[in-house]
């Protein structure tokens, strides 16, 4: 008896998949070299693309460019291989491709005993040994869960090319308040520059008794004023270069970091506006749209596994009969049914979540166009509010601070008209950069919200 189950059990052995994962505990020191020497190579950008399947959303790189920190083509590529959330989604795309090998095939196979007398072990054993038919040729569950699979894999795939589209635009996003900080502080550091020529001026005519009392007072408080300010913009330099740092998944001690300037602008607020706004053509290229209607297709996907569930199960096998005298060989079929019923509930509900799937669609189609519309009237705004005001508005309060400067040369009693310059001066400042700002944003947000391509962009 104990030698017909080791039979059994050694029988069954080659059947199963020896597969295993070794343990790969982390290494601390492995793990911050790989964050400090993060980089955008070529070999690591190939391997981030390799999964992205639309041509569209490939981002257009130029490899000869990576060297170039003021340009597009790094961060871009640095946000493709390290960005966290690009990370994440290529992983949940390997993660299906890797369940798709295995979705969809036969059901485990059966290998069984049967003791026909307890008191005589060694009489009357029946072994068998059934495969699952209808899985071994694809048909009913076994079918619907590849398809499912299949669906699956269309889906994550869609969520990358999604999170690349997303990465892009919010890379740029970076770039640019980055770039306008940068602007910002380097303009407020000139002017106070300005402020401290001015006040050995002021100290000087103090001395000499040619001032009213309590101007110097007054105009060292505007200048602390002044610097204090700077501080503060210093300050929301280090988050914004940290922001970008994020985004990119690089360190912020990255000396590419330091190099943003301003040109990061200069093409953010010229070219086309965009195409019309149509909504057929945003249903076929919009990477948002594109993952809810994939959405759909996986909701049709499960409805069709559980339609399938309605299967019967069909297994096959030999079997034979071993007793002391005799050696019987026969066959086994196996068919069991789902209970009347048991099945309706779930293709019920699978209806159900596909008529919501449709109106998800629907919803994300309003928002798209209704984000779209709005995107392109805020572009409009700000730009003109960039070029019309905010800009001449800078140029006129850059003369009054250069005419005020030289009156105060040759007449000290202008002192109180040189802190209202000085002040003007300042806020015209802040406010250039901050509507340059919004016109730039404004047109990164136009071409996201219209899902322009790369070359559609430049």
């Not at 485990?108 to 307890?118: E, N, V």
């Not at 984000?371 to 019309?388: G, K, N, Y």
């Not at 008209?417 to 047109?443: H, K, V």
């Amino acid at each position: 008896m104990h030698r017909t189950i080791l039979l059994i059990i050694i029988c069954g052995l080659p059947l199963v998949a020896c597969q295993s994962a070794p343990p790969e505990p982390l290494d601390p020191v492995a793990l911050t070299r790989a964050v400090e020497g993060r980089s955008a190579d070529e070999a690591s950008l190939r391997q981030a693309l390799a999964l992205i399947d639309q041509p569209d959303l490939r981002p257009v790189l130029d490899l000869n460019r990576l060297d170039q920190a003021d340009h597009g083509d790094f961060w871009q590529a640095s946000a493709l291989c390290h960005g966290p959330a690009l990370r994440a989604a290529r992983r949940e795309l390997e993660a299906v491709l890797a369940l798709r090998e295995s979705a969809g095939l036969p059901e485990r196979i059966a290998l069984g005993g049967r003791f026909l007398d307890l008191a005589e072990l060694d009489r009357d054993i029946e072994v068998s040994a059934s495969i699952d038919i209808l899985g071994l040729f694809g048909l009913g569950p076994s079918g619907a869960a590849r398809a499912l699979a299949d669906a699956e894999v269309r889906r994550a795939a869609a969520g990358l090319e999604e999170a690349a589209w997303r990465t892009r635009f919010d890379v740029e996003q970076a770039r640019l308040a980055l770039a306008v900080q940068v602007g910002l502080v380097a303009e407020l550091r000139a002017q106070a520059l300005e402020v401290a020529s001015d006040l050995e001026r002021f100290a000087a005519l103090d001395r000499l008794g040619r001032l009213a009392p309590a101007a110097l007072a007054r105009v060292r408080a505007h200048a602390r004023l002044l610097d204090q300010g700077i501080a503060d913009e210093a300050r929301a330099l280090v988050d914004r270069r940290a922001a970008l740092a994020e985004v990119v998944g690089i360190p912020l001690d990255h000396p590419r970091l330091e190099a943003v300037g301003v040109a990061t602008l200069d093409h953010l607020l010229g070219g086309d506006r965009g195409p019309a706004i149509e909504p057929l053509a945003l249903l076929a290229r919009h990477p948002e749209l594109r993952r809810r209607r994939l959405d759909y297709a996986l909701s049709e996907a499960r409805l069709r596994r559980a339609v399938a569930a309605q299967w019967p199960a069909l297994r096959l096998g030999p079997k034979a009969k071993i007793s002391p005298d005799d050696f019987i060989t026969g066959g086994l079929v196996d068919l069991s049914l789902p209970w009347p019923g048991s099945t309706s509930g779930p293709i019920e509900a699978g209806r159900i979540d596909r008529a919501r799937a449709r109106e998800r669609l629907e919803e994300a189609l309003l928002s798209v166009l209704t984000r779209a519309r709005a995107a392109r009237a805020r572009e409009e705004i700000a730009r003109l509010a960039f070029l019309d005001e905010a800009t001449p508005a800078q140029a006129l309060a850059a003369t009054t601070w250069r005419g005020m400067r030289a009156r105060f040369r040759v007449d000290e009693s202008s002192w109180d008209r040189w802190t209202d310059a000085l002040n003007l001066r300042t806020t015209a400042i802040r406010s250039f950069w901050r509507a340059r700002e919004a016109a730039a944003r404004a047109r990164v947000e136009l071409a996201r919200e219209l899902a322009l391509s790369e070359s559609d962009d430049e």
